[in-house]
């Protein structure tokens, strides 16, 4: 069996008050330890943090985009709600006898027996050459 040689290197031993004593060489080992796990954990900590933040963030940008659409389309619907109703009146309107003749009248320039029409330019009409 083959026989393991030690090493002679021992090391004298130095009892003066600046060797620090192995239970405070173990004691900073234990804090510098410590230190680095707390560092590492405050690190993955951040991570997550800034992970979840930047979601909060996107979430919050969404909703806002989101809302702004909303009161737009909620505008459009107003729009299109009122304009509905405006041709709903013109077509109970136009089933007035005495509202459709008045339109044809004003619209074609259609006369009744005996009457003339007499055109008065307008501002708009003034530099027209017909």
Known sequence: MPQIQRSNNIRPINLSNDDLSAEKKFKLRVR???????SILMLIFGGISLAFGGQLYQAHQIK???????????????NARSRSNDLHAQVRQLHDPEYLDNLIRYRFNYSRDGEIIYNIPSEANKNLNF
Do not use: G, Y
Request: charge should be positive; charged fraction near 20%.
């Open 32 to 38: 510098q330890v410590h230190r680095r796990r707390t």
């Open 64 to 78: 806002a985009q989101t809302q702004t659409q909303l009161v737009q389309q909620q505008q459009k619907l107003h």
